[in-house]
């Protein structure tokens, strides 16, 4: 779950990281109210707040020196589609605003915490390059950036720190400084559960301090239930719909760019289809796992979720049967292609628990169901009939 830059700055507030003023807006009229109270003469910073980077290159950041402008640029960015590398070429309606105070910057670089799952621990990743081209940094010049890992038991080091101020270049009151807000960001990081914790920039002002003029967090969902006021913080309108209508039925479902809609049980199973529909030439449209003790209830609402896509050519049900009985999956399948006027080809592969019971059930069903007794089979029958050839 990603928040908006407001919301972690507030976060990072509470943790006593530096971060300039800034009121969040959802008007022209408190954009240019809110300027004042954020800085007395200006210059402010009206900022688009939106799930993705690279805002700036977008045209989603100016800097305003008067309040006319403010009103200006706050009445252009305000509603706006924008479109930048991470939404894609549909981009992101915008419908909230950061009025911000200006800083005077000296020099830009970045600094994230996220988990390293290969080695199980954190890992800091920090650069000297950091601004709106961070990535161009680390795909040509991965020489400037920067890496520490830090253990789940012993902590962050002093030497750790030590070290990282060294590599940024920094010395005496600034490598304190950054020191301080690494501390405090790993503690952040920790304490929140999240999956990324991002300042991209950290800025060195003219007065030579260290301040957050960004902040980027996303929360690990697994630990949703730890902490409530995630619901405050969720912004629906910034997540797929599908994804969104997806958790309401406790369906794992991640959209993707393919035209074959998935729908299988078991997060390992789901993977293996996918790898075999891309094998066999095809691309899938999503990811969606309805569990291993999924309902009628639950199979319907998997139709609807694959079937809100355009994309989707065809679909592929590949079905285990454990602690899901196959005949439960089949009655859910037939039931949801009735209701829904299923047009696009559907191929279904059931394996295991009741499983001729449910191979029965589809073919009494009347309904135009493609049968498959393998994987393989199920994927080359569902690449064929989504280029029309079946």
Request: aromatic share 4%; glycine share 10%; hydrophobic share 45%.
């Amino acid at each position: 779950m990603n928040i908006h830059e407001h919301q972690g700055k507030d976060l990072f507030r509470q943790y006593k990281i530096p971060v300039p003023q800034g009121i969040a807006v959802y008007s022209v009229e408190e954009a240019v109210k809110a300027a004042p109270q954020v800085s007395a003469s200006g210059p402010w910073v009206v900022k688009a707040q939106i799930h993705a980077g690279g805002r700036g290159k977008g045209g989603g950041v100016k800097v305003a020196k008067t309040l006319d402008e403010v009103k200006q640029y706050a009445s252009k960015i305000l509603g706006m589609t924008l479109v930048t590398h991470q939404t894609g070429p549909e981009g992101r309606l915008v419908r909230r605003l950061l009025i911000e105070e200006g800083a005077q910057i000296t020099k830009e670089l970045y600094l994230s915490v996220t988990l390293d799952r290969a080695t199980s621990k954190l890992a800091i990743i920090a650069s000297t390059e950091g601004g709106m081209d961070i990535e161009e940094v680390a795909a040509h010049t991965p020489a400037k950036i920067f890496k520490e890992w830090i253990s789940p038991v012993a902590g962050l080091a002093d030497y750790q720190c030590r070290r990282l101020s060294k590599k940024m270049g920094l010395a005496g009151p600034q490598a304190k400084q950054f020191g301080d807000i690494l501390r405090k960001i790993v503690r952040l990081f920790q304490e929140q559960d999240c999956a990324l914790a991002e300042v991209n920039p950290l800025i060195i002002t003219g007065k030579g301090d260290l301040v957050a003029l960004d902040a980027k967090i996303g929360f690990d969902d697994n630990a949703g239930f730890r902490h409530p006021i995630w619901a405050e913080l969720n912004d629906p309108t910034e997540e797929n719909p599908s994804e969104t209508a997806a958790k309401k039925f406790e369906l794992s479902y991640i959209s993707l760019d393919g035209n074959i809609g998935c729908m299988v049980n078991g997060a390992g199973l789901a993977m293996a289809t996918m790898d075999i529909i891309k094998l066999e030439g095809g691309s899938p449209a999503n990811f969606l796992d309805v569990g291993g003790g999924a309902t009628e209830a639950k199979v319907k609402e998997a139709f609807k979720i694959i079937l809100s896509d355009e994309k989707v050519k065809a679909i592929l049900v590949n079905i285990f049967g454990g602690i899901m009985k196959c005949d439960v999956i089949a009655t859910g399948i037939i039931s949801a292609a009735r209701e829904l006027k299923l047009t696009v080809p559907l191929v279904v592969r059931l394996e295991g628990t009741n499983v001729d019971l449910g191979k029965k059930l589809l073919g009494e069903s009347g309904l135009k169901i493609i049968p498959a007794t393998g994987m393989k089979e199920a994927a080359q029958k569902v690449v064929a009939a989504a280029e029309g050839k079946l």
